[in-house]
């Protein structure tokens, strides 16, 4: 059985070389489908290389179809018998779908999606083989086949699947038509030459009961049961997408889903899929809108009129180490990621020696345990491969949304046998050339075999469909166009329009849609403010820039700021005159502008509902005294508080927050923490680590000719260089001063040398020389061990979290899994009440029809909107989906959405909020707190893991789960993901509740990790003391912000009656300095953990939610 197979590590014995050259496809156990040549591993007569970016340029280019005519000979085509529903695995079979090309009869159309992809799997209708010649070459075909090669004509026939000609399908509602074909073609292995064909596809009309929808799709299985992976992936991809409830509005979340769930089916099948899986590229053709969801390394892509040219445009992209963003991920799961010859210590496994994919030399990158010689997976996302799981290969779709304009030719869907040697480009030249799908079917695959045995000694198996587009140029017959977007993971909350004639659809849904995904409401959310341009200004007199310093030099904002800063803000402020009754901000309207008054009077007025407005205060510029407002607008664009308008003439000095912000973000080494991020021995370092090492470099300077290492020497420090450049020499004896020294490398900007000083104390392995001045920023191993400890040790504690936090999200997948097994909607919903509000959120516990009590997640549609968070919404969704689950952080088994809400079911039975438990004054019992505060640091943990700073963490928004079946009390839960977000470095926006920002983060310095660090002292010093320690009763965001801001930790007033650890940890976590702060010096989040406040606590039993909490906290929780 797929889900009780174990893999005993101990005794996994790897292939060899030559049998890993052996495998089919993308075979686990090293071969992804261009196996590494191996003695006699190119074909006869040929000593070349994969095609290199040039060659396939030229390729491309060079290209002109050779019309190959093969007569006289029996052609052993295998015509696939199904007409508009086709599923096929290069082996006839029984029809897997019905309906006429035309799409299906009026019945199908009243039956729901579900109901209608069941009737086309037990309804199917076969169409007897015809329109062929005597030798079964398809009527009017002229076919291609290779004239060399090891196989006969027959042979290579015989192998083939073909669509038994074009196909026609005609849209009525989007006027168009389409000619589609397939062909699949068994892979050609010398040592096993009856080897199944691994590759599944299927071509569906009429899907789920709708004339203007077709899907397609081609899965390409891999490992001893590849064949059964692929064709089990192709009934259950299309089978859930259709009956999933987003599959009508939303169908990039649908397809998300879809994949998901095949996955987990598929471990709970009868198929052993513990070393075998299958890639999948599918696409659904909704009217003139395409959704493409991909795992894996095949490919889609349509052909696009640009100009004269006919230029391809990818719909997906190949999941594979060589893209760094999924080479990163992996490593994040605990994966090496490894070539063959690292693997053997032929070469350096601590460099990345591999390139690009153009750049192969048949010897990928592959995933390998960190204990053990498997997987050997070449790419980082499938169906299947439970084992491959724990570290990162997951079964999450990219998804990809393009819509049809009139200048879409045709739409190719391939494995990767078309693509191992052919690019998009020359794939959509070659198809091009032919007006008939099927005979450019014919020819693509023909190449790709030509090409296979090229340069290698057998190939791929080849599947490739082609739907052809024509009556595109006359645009459908009504509604929408909609914009290209690519999702990784299930796409976001707002969805393309799709024609208003293919679907019924209510104004509420077209509502929602366009509300949440109009660009100029989108460009209004305070993640991004637009391109800065400064303004051309005069230079600023003495006396100007005098009145503005006078002005600003005991504002909070500025007063860390240096001259040369001050300077540059003085400079872009613009002077704006007014005259009386002129209204400088309004109430409610989204603040950008600092203002500096240096004459005139202005009034402050609010207004609450109908009443007159209040006067509550004056600004006067007086001699010597010109006060400012605003202040708040250079943090963040929050509404304004209050409207002001000028009593009188006068004149202001404005500042823009965007010119404020690039001030700021110039001081922020954004291209060096690109630098270390792509340096192999810093891969175990987080973010927020990375981010702290960056901060910590200092700078050096050489002069032309200076020796900055020498070889053979012992080293300690890390150079990266800011500018000029450098001449790496190598000698072979290195100590012979009189041998000449021969140059080997020259590094220039932004590249690096002696990492591998960080690690250890080994000799140079060159001498590394100024080529005229250079700039290099430079830290010592023992600087580094100082920050955050040893890098071996930083390895070794990731790893081991990695590997319980597999654990962990297996299990929650599996309860996730359960919880779906009963269908419902949103009118299945009933609220038992709400925990709490927050701006556009509100989570209420409430009863499933089906399932029991769940907390859902609500967000105000029309809320939203208004407020301008449609990008916050957007990004916690796709956190949300793209997260690996946590017992502390719970994941959406299902989202539901109607014109005014939208809404996440959560993985949590019962919880009260926290702030339920201190009311009153009565405060927590430390014993409480501290098991609370111990799940909100695993919380934490978890997403600084992955890339997340939270900025959110606050008493407002945390759950404590109640006893329930599934869950013990006391467990913190982060259900609140709109202030999360996915980091490189720092992120300057000021987000979330004023009382719990860090003094770095008002001061305009960025967040990182130790933000979050900072935020957990304050919900500690909450829980003891029923207040947060720098908000007083009446306080307005600005009393509040100056007050942190302006905050030393000997000020720090402690709660009364607590121990002396709990005092000491709040001392060290509210910490003004962030490099001094608990959580963020040496050890990391395991300096928390070791601290003796959280001593007795037992993590690994909290981590796995098995931990009991104490006495006092389960009291409060019953009382609630």
């Given at each position: 059985?797929?889900?009780?197979?174990?893999?005993?590590?101990?005794?996994?014995?790897?292939?060899?070389?030559?049998?890993?050259?052996?495998?089919?496809?993308?075979?686990?156990?090293?071969?992804?489908?261009?196996?590494?040549?191996?003695?006699?591993?190119?074909?006869?007569?040929?000593?070349?290389?994969?095609?290199?970016?040039?060659?396939?340029?030229?390729?491309?280019?060079?290209?002109?179809?050779?019309?190959?005519?093969?007569?006289?000979?029996?052609?052993?085509?295998?015509?696939?018998?199904?007409?508009?529903?086709?599923?096929?695995?290069?082996?006839?079979?029984?029809?897997?779908?019905?309906?006429?090309?035309?799409?299906?009869?009026?019945?199908?159309?009243?039956?729901?999606?579900?109901?209608?992809?069941?009737?086309?799997?037990?309804?199917?209708?076969?169409?007897?083989?015809?329109?062929?010649?005597?030798?079964?070459?398809?009527?009017?075909?002229?076919?291609?086949?290779?004239?060399?090669?090891?196989?006969?004509?027959?042979?290579?026939?015989?192998?083939?699947?073909?669509?038994?000609?074009?196909?026609?399908?005609?849209?009525?509602?989007?006027?168009?038509?389409?000619?589609?074909?397939?062909?699949?073609?068994?892979?050609?292995?010398?040592?096993?030459?009856?080897?199944?064909?691994?590759?599944?596809?299927?071509?569906?009309?009429?899907?789920?009961?709708?004339?203007?929808?077709?899907?397609?799709?081609?899965?390409?299985?891999?490992?001893?049961?590849?064949?059964?992976?692929?064709?089990?992936?192709?009934?259950?991809?299309?089978?859930?997408?259709?009956?999933?409830?987003?599959?009508?509005?939303?169908?990039?979340?649908?397809?998300?889903?879809?994949?998901?769930?095949?996955?987990?089916?598929?471990?709970?099948?009868?198929?052993?899929?513990?070393?075998?899986?299958?890639?999948?590229?599918?696409?659904?053709?909704?009217?003139?809108?395409?959704?493409?969801?991909?795992?894996?390394?095949?490919?889609?892509?349509?052909?696009?009129?640009?100009?004269?040219?006919?230029?391809?445009?990818?719909?997906?992209?190949?999941q594979t180490p060589f893209r760094r963003d999924e080479c990163a991920r992996v490593k994040k799961y605990g994966a090496r990621v490894l070539t063959l010859d690292q693997l053997e210590g032929l070469k350096d496994p601590n460099t990345e020696c591999w390139g690009t994919e153009e750049?192969?030399?048949?010897?990928?990158?592959?995933?390998?345990?960190?204990?053990?010689?498997?997987?050997?997976?070449?790419?980082?996302?499938?169906?299947?491969?439970?084992?491959?799981?724990?570290?990162?290969?997951?079964?999450?779709?990219?998804?990809?949304?393009?819509?049809?304009?009139?200048?879409?030719?045709?739409?190719?869907?391939?494995?990767?046998?078309?693509?191992?040697?052919?690019?998009?480009?020359?794939?959509?030249?070659?198809?091009?050339?032919?007006?008939?799908?099927?005979?450019?079917?014919?020819?693509?695959?023909?190449?790709?075999?030509?090409?296979?045995?090229?340069?290698?000694?057998?190939?791929?198996?080849?599947?490739?469909?082609?739907?052809?587009?024509?009556?595109?140029?006359?645009?459908?017959?009504?509604?929408?166009?909609?914009?290209?977007?690519?999702?990784?993971?299930?796409g976001d909350v707002g969805t393309p329009e799709r024609n208003s004639l293919t679907r019924r659809q209510t104004w509420g849904e077209k509502d929602l849609k366009q509300s949440l995904t109009s660009p100029t409401l989108q460009g209004s959310d305070d993640e991004d403010d637009g391109?800065?341009?400064?303004?051309?200004?005069?230079?600023?007199?003495?006396?100007?820039?005098?009145?503005?310093?006078?002005?600003?030099?005991?504002?909070?904002?500025?007063?860390?700021?240096?001259?040369?800063?001050?300077?540059?803000?003085?400079?872009?402020?613009?002077?704006?005159?007014?005259?009386?009754?002129?209204?400088?901000?309004?109430?409610?309207?989204?603040?950008?502008?600092?203002?500096?008054?240096?004459?005139?009077?202005?009034?402050?007025?609010?207004?609450?509902?109908?009443?007159?407005?209040?006067?509550?205060?004056?600004?006067?510029?007086?001699?010597?005294?010109?006060?400012?407002?605003?202040?708040?607008?250079?943090?963040?664009?929050?509404?304004?508080?209050?409207?002001?308008?000028?009593?009188?003439?006068?004149?202001?000095?404005?500042?823009?927050?965007?010119?404020?912000?690039?001030?700021?973000?110039?001081?922020?080494?954004?291209?060096?923490?690109?630098?270390?991020?792509?340096?192999?021995?810093?891969?175990?370092?987080?973010?927020?680590?990375?981010?702290?090492?960056?901060?910590?470099?200092?700078?050096?300077?050489?002069?032309?000719?200076?020796?900055?290492?020498?070889?053979?020497?012992?080293?300690?420090?890390?150079?990266?260089?800011?500018?000029?450049?450098?001449?790496?020499?190598?000698?072979?004896?290195?100590?012979?001063?009189?041998?000449?020294?021969?140059?080997?490398?020259?590094?220039?900007?932004?590249?690096?040398?002696?990492?591998?000083?960080?690690?250890?104390?080994?000799?140079?392995?060159?001498?590394?020389?100024?080529?005229?001045?250079?700039?290099?920023?430079?830290?010592?191993?023992?600087?580094?061990?100082?920050?955050?400890?040893?890098?071996?040790?930083?390895?070794?504690?990731?790893?081991?979290?990695?590997?319980?936090?597999?654990?962990?999200?297996?299990?929650?997948?599996?309860?996730?899994?359960?919880?779906?097994?009963?269908?419902?909607?949103?009118?299945?919903?009933?609220?038992?009440?709400?925990?709490?509000?927050?701006?556009?959120?509100?989570?209420?516990?409430?009863?499933?029809?089906?399932?029991?009590?769940?907390?859902?997640?609500?967000?105000?549609?029309?809320?939203?909107?208004?407020?301008?968070?449609?990008?916050?919404?957007?990004?916690?969704?796709?956190?949300?989906?793209?997260?690996?689950?946590?017992?502390?952080?719970?994941?959406?088994?299902?989202?539901?959405?109607?014109?005014?809400?939208?809404?996440?079911?959560?993985?949590?039975?019962?919880?009260?909020?926290?702030?339920?438990?201190v009311r009153d004054g009565a405060v927590l019992p430390e014993d409480a707190a501290k098991f609370i505060l111990a799940g909100a640091v695993i919380a934490l943990e978890h997403m600084h893991m992955f890339s997340l700073v939270y900025r959110g963490l606050s008493h407002a928004t945390?759950?404590?789960?109640?006893?329930?079946?599934?869950?013990?009390?006391?467990?913190?839960?982060?259900?609140?993901?709109?202030?999360?977000?996915?980091?490189?470095?720092?992120?300057?926006?000021?987000?979330?509740?004023?009382?719990?920002?860090?003094?770095?983060?008002?001061?305009?310095?960025?967040?990182?990790?130790?933000?979050?660090?900072?935020?957990?002292?304050?919900?500690?010093?909450?829980?003891?003391?029923?207040?947060?320690?720098?908000?007083?009763?009446?306080?307005?965001?600005?009393?509040?912000?100056?007050?942190?801001?302006?905050?030393?930790?000997?000020?720090?007033?402690?709660?009364?009656?607590?121990?002396?650890?709990?005092?000491?940890?709040?001392?060290?976590?509210?910490?003004?300095?962030?490099?001094?702060?608990?959580?963020?010096?040496?050890?990391?989040?395991?300096?928390?953990?070791?601290?003796?406040?959280?001593?007795?606590?037992?993590?690994?039993?909290?981590?796995?939610?098995?931990?009991?909490?104490?006495?006092?906290?389960?009291?409060?929780?019953?009382?609630?």
């Open positions: 059985m797929g889900c009780a197979t174990s893999l005993p590590e101990d005794e996994f014995v790897p292939p060899s070389r030559q049998q890993a050259a052996n495998k089919s496809g993308k075979n686990n156990n090293y071969d992804n489908g261009k196996s590494k040549p191996t003695a006699g591993g190119t074909a006869p007569g040929s000593a070349k290389s994969p095609p290199s970016a040039t060659q396939q340029q030229q390729q491309q280019q060079q290209y002109q179809p050779s019309q190959q005519v093969h007569s006289g000979s029996q052609m052993g085509f295998q015509s696939n018998p199904l007409m508009s529903s086709s599923l096929g695995n290069g082996i006839p079979m029984a029809p897997g779908g019905g309906g006429t090309a035309g799409g299906g009869s009026s019945a199908a159309q009243q039956q729901t999606p579900a109901q209608a992809f069941a009737a086309q799997q037990s309804q199917a209708q076969s169409r007897p083989a015809q329109g062929l010649d005597a030798d079964g070459t398809p009527l009017g075909l002229t076919a291609h086949f290779p004239k060399t090669g090891p196989l006969k004509l027959a042979e290579y026939k015989e192998r083939l699947v073909t669509s038994n000609g074009t196909q026609s399908v005609y849209l009525a509602g989007s006027g168009c038509t389409l000619r589609y074909a397939y062909v699949t073609q068994r892979g050609y292995y010398p040592e096993a030459p009856d080897k199944t064909n691994q590759d599944s596809f299927c071509v569906m009309t009429n899907f789920g009961g709708d004339l203007e929808q077709m899907f397609f799709g081609v899965f390409d299985g891999h490992g001893e049961f590849g064949t059964q992976c692929s064709q089990f992936a192709r009934r259950k991809v299309p089978e859930n997408f259709v009956r999933d409830s987003n599959f009508e509005t939303y169908p990039e979340v649908a397809y998300h889903n879809a994949f998901v769930i095949t996955n987990q089916q598929l471990h709970a099948a009868d198929t052993d899929d513990t070393m075998s899986g299958t890639t999948g590229i599918t696409t659904l053709l909704r009217g003139r809108t395409l959704y493409t969801a991909n795992v894996g390394d095949s490919r889609a892509l349509v052909a696009e009129r640009q100009g004269g040219e006919l230029v391809a445009i990818d719909l997906s992209s190949d750049e192969d030399d048949g010897d990928p990158p592959r995933l390998w345990a960190h204990n053990g010689m498997y997987p050997g997976t070449a790419f980082t996302r499938s169906i299947g491969d439970m084992a491959a799981e724990r570290i990162g290969v997951v079964a999450d779709p990219e998804v990809s949304i393009k819509n049809l304009e009139h200048n879409v030719e045709f739409l190719v869907l391939a494995s990767d046998g078309v693509f191992e040697f052919m690019s998009s480009q020359t794939v959509v030249n070659m198809v091009a050339s032919y007006d008939d799908p099927q005979e450019a079917a014919l020819a693509v695959c023909a190449e790709a075999y030509n090409l296979w045995l090229q340069y290698e000694t057998r190939t791929d198996d080849i599947t490739i469909i082609i739907i052809k587009f024509t009556g595109m140029e006359d645009g459908p017959s009504a509604g929408t166009a909609t914009a290209d977007r690519n999702e990784s993971g299930a391109e800065y341009v400064p303004p051309k200004l005069p230079a600023k007199t003495q006396a100007e820039i005098k009145l503005l310093e006078d002005a600003v030099k005991s504002n909070f904002l500025f007063s860390h700021l240096n001259m040369m800063q001050r300077l540059l803000l003085f400079n872009v402020m613009v002077k704006r005159h007014v005259i009386p009754g002129e209204v400088v901000i309004r109430q409610g309207e989204r603040g950008d502008h600092f203002y500096v008054v240096e004459e005139g009077q202005f009034d402050v007025l609010v207004f609450q509902g109908d009443a007159p407005a209040e006067l509550v205060h004056t600004y006067h510029a007086a001699a010597g005294q010109h006060p400012s407002f605003g202040e708040l607008a250079l943090m963040y664009g929050k509404p304004r508080a209050a409207t002001v308008v000028a009593r009188t003439q006068g004149s202001l000095w404005e500042l823009d927050r965007r010119a404020f912000r690039t001030v700021m973000h110039k001081r922020d080494p954004k291209v060096i923490m690109k630098l270390l991020q792509n340096v192999e021995v810093l891969e175990p370092l987080s973010i927020g680590q990375l981010q702290r090492m960056a901060d910590a470099m200092h700078q050096v300077s050489f002069h032309d000719g200076d020796v900055i290492v020498r070889q053979g020497e012992l080293g300690s420090e890390f150079y990266a260089i800011v500018s000029g450049e450098v001449v790496c020499t190598v000698r072979k004896n290195p100590d012979n001063e009189a041998e000449d020294a021969r140059e080997v490398l020259r590094l220039g900007q932004f590249q690096y040398f002696g990492e591998r000083a960080l690690v250890s104390s080994e000799g140079r392995g060159a001498n590394v020389i100024a080529k005229g001045r250079v700039e290099l920023l430079t830290l010592s191993r023992f600087e580094l061990e100082g920050l955050m400890g040893t890098l071996a040790a930083i390895k070794a504690y990731r790893d081991s979290w990695m590997e319980r936090a597999q654990v962990a999200h297996e299990v929650m997948l599996q309860r996730a899994a359960a919880s779906l097994r009963s269908p419902f909607n949103l009118s299945d919903l009933a609220c038992d009440g709400v925990l709490y509000t927050e701006e556009v959120l509100a989570v209420a516990l409430m009863a499933v029809e089906g399932i029991g009590q769940h907390i859902v997640r609500l967000v105000s549609v029309s809320d939203t909107v208004a407020l301008g968070h449609q990008s916050q919404i957007v990004r916690a969704g796709t956190i949300a989906r793209t997260l690996p689950t946590s017992l502390f952080v719970p994941p959406v088994i299902k989202t539901l959405r109607n014109q005014a809400v939208m809404a996440d079911v959560l993985l949590l039975e019962s919880a009260c909020p926290l702030s339920g438990l945390l759950l404590v789960t109640k006893q329930s079946e599934h869950s013990l009390p006391g467990y913190v839960q982060v259900v609140d993901l709109r202030y999360a977000k996915a980091v490189e470095g720092r992120t300057f926006t000021v987000v979330g509740p004023s009382e719990y920002l860090a003094p770095e983060v008002i001061a305009g310095h960025g967040a990182t990790e130790a933000c979050d660090w900072w935020a957990l002292g304050v919900l500690a010093y909450w829980m003891m003391h029923g207040a947060t320690p720098f908000a007083r009763p009446g306080d307005d965001d600005l009393r509040i912000c100056k007050r942190v801001a302006e905050y030393s930790a000997e000020e720090l007033a402690m709660p009364s009656a607590i121990s002396a650890p709990m005092e000491l940890l709040l001392a060290q976590l509210l910490q003004p300095d962030p490099l001094m702060r608990l959580g963020n010096t040496a050890g990391g989040v395991r300096s928390i953990k070791e601290h003796p406040f959280f001593e007795g606590v037992e993590w690994e039993a909290l981590m796995d939610g098995v931990a009991q909490p104490p006495e006092g906290l389960v009291d409060r929780l019953a009382a609630w």
